[in-house]
């Protein structure tokens, strides 16, 4: 349920009526818009029509049931797009932010050239997994802890903030520790136990969807991580599973506007899972941009060759810069803050 507030409604009101609402049994979620101040009551429908009790309280303008099962990543409650902001990258509400990084982090040396270097040709965020999911048990897993390090040392030098994926509840303080921004991947994208224990974490989420998942389900799970309390989720399409096998999945680009319409959260492209291809991942960014996505994640390497991961999608610094140079002219046509 969305309770309504009338303009210029004091703090000392809302907390009042937060508290009210939280009496009932439900969650509040204030949300303070540019045009209006709302508070989004979320709990067991079963229980939504004791809230009309609140009708009678002079600050409150209306009660509006919310109708999407997604409740705070609706554009319901939100009609503002959320610009999620973290350390001089934004996403969302026409900034179009660019994460770039390898795959995985592999040695000091890789991942700290790639961030100083990904950086100078215009990237504002670094990616590096050092915790993997993999299909094949016996593949690289990642260094875990080791490449969390070598990633805030990748930091450090560059300035760039950091996106990593964590894949166990258990490892989420360990992650968060050292990430600016958690990454849950497309294979754990309904794993709830994980996506409780991010948004109860606080920091930033990348949320990929997954490779069979709905765009329904995908926004269900990003409820999984607001209804804990995180504001900041960042929704990612990285290809979806069908029957055409010329690319790794399928890239469903369809899915901008589509959450565009239905959510105020940002949605960025990674076209490097998507297709599995290097030669494809330019054009598919120019088409992210041009469709209206709030940025991009793509996989660079120095040296693409010898990646323990992925190096066939993955760009050489050399081509990212080349990229950004065609990004950065695209959006002065587009009016995307880079
Ligand atoms: C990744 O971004 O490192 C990754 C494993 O991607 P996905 O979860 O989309 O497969
Ligand atoms: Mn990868």
Redesign the pocket.
């Known amino acids: 349920m969305i309770i309504v507030l009338k303009k210029g409604c004091k703090k000392r009101t809302v907390e009042s009526i937060i508290k009210k609402v939280e009496e009932l049994g439900f969650k509040a979620h204030a949300i303070f818009g540019v045009e209006r101040t709302v508070i989004g009551a979320v709990g067991d429908d079963r229980d939504k029509h004791l809230l009309y009790a609140l009708e009678a309280i002079p600050c409150v303008e209306k009660l509006v049931p919310i109708l999407q099962p997604y409740k705070l990543a609706s554009k319901e409650i939100r009609r503002e797009p959320t610009i999620v902001k973290v350390d001089g990258a934004s996403f969302g509400g026409g900034h179009f932010g660019v994460i770039a990084g390898p ?1 995985s982090v592999e040695t000091e040396k890789q991942i700290v050239e790639t961030a100083i270097r990904v950086k100078k040709a215009g990237a504002r965020m670094l ?1 590096g ?1 050092a915790f ?2 993999r299909t094949s048990p016996y593949a690289f897993q990642g260094l875990e802890e080791e490449g969390l390090k070598l990633l805030a040392r990748a930091r450090e030098e560059s300035g760039l903030p950091f996106v990593t ?1 964590v894949i166990n509840p258990e490892d989420v303080e360990l992650v968060g520790e050292y990430a600016d921004v958690l ?1 849950i ?3 754990n994208v309904q794993n709830f136990s994980l996506l409780r224990r991010v948004g109860k974490f606080g920091k930033p989420i990348v949320l ?1 969807r997954g490779m069979s998942t709905t765009i329904q389900e995908f926004l269900m799970s990003a409820e999984y991580v607001l209804s804990e309390g995180c504001k900041d989720v960042i929704l ?1 399409e ?1 290809g979806i599973r069908t029957f055409e096998n010329a690319t790794r999945n399928t890239l469903d680009i369809s899915a901008v506007p589509v959450i565009h319409e239905r959510s105020h959260l940002p949605i960025i492209i ?1 076209p490097s ?1 998507a297709t599995g291809a290097r030669n494809y991942v330019p054009p598919l960014c120019f088409a992210a941009m041009a469709c209206g996505a709030d940025g991009i ?1 793509v996989e660079v390497h120095p040296d693409p060759q010898k990646a323990l991961c992925d190096g066939p999608q993955s760009l050489t610094i050399e081509d990212f810069a080349v990229l950004m140079t065609h990004l950065r002219k695209l959006s002065k046509f587009n009016g995307k803050k880079l």
């Open positions: 795959c990616r997994g993997k999911p994926e990454q991947g497309a294979r990929k990612c990285r990674d899972h994640m």
